[in-house]
């Protein structure tokens, strides 16, 4: 089993750039996917960025080009480097990890962010 816990979120400009980490404890190897959610208000939550262990990546069409998902297996951590940010990319990020075949889908607590225009 693995537990995350995600941080680095708060409140930036339009345009401007933060980087939201996820520690990672456990085994890191029993990990296939790790993702980035987000979930603003009044809206479910959609996918933003997919990082699968073979170092595949996919984001979502809206945050193409200016967010990037990486790994750092030797800090155990997961990075979600946002840049030009909107006002439209405010909610409550959340990190989760998904096990080989379905063993299991760990969830964090979640870190806000807030894009002022």
């Known amino acids: 089993q693995v537990q995350v816990v995600e941080f680095g979120g708060g409140l930036v400009q339009a345009g401007g750039s933060l980087r939201l980490s996820c520690a990672i404890s456990?085994?890191?190897?029993?990990?296939?996917?790790m993702n980035w959610y987000r979930q603003a208000p009044g809206k479910q939550r959609e996918l933003v960025a997919r990082?699968?262990?073979?170092?595949?990546?996919n984001y979502a069409d809206s945050v193409k080009g200016r967010f990037t998902i990486s790994r750092n297996n030797a800090e155990n951590m997961v990075y979600l480097q946002m840049n030009r940010l909107k006002p439209e990319d405010t909610a409550v990020y959340y990190c989760?990890?998904?096990?080989?075949?379905?063993?299991?889908?760990?969830w964090g607590q979640g870190t806000q962010v807030t894009v002022s225009s």
């Open positions: 989760n990890a998904n096990g080989w075949a379905g063993t299991f889908d760990s």
């Open positions: 456990g085994n890191i190897f029993s990990i296939n996917v």
């Open positions: 990082l699968r262990s073979g170092g595949n990546t």
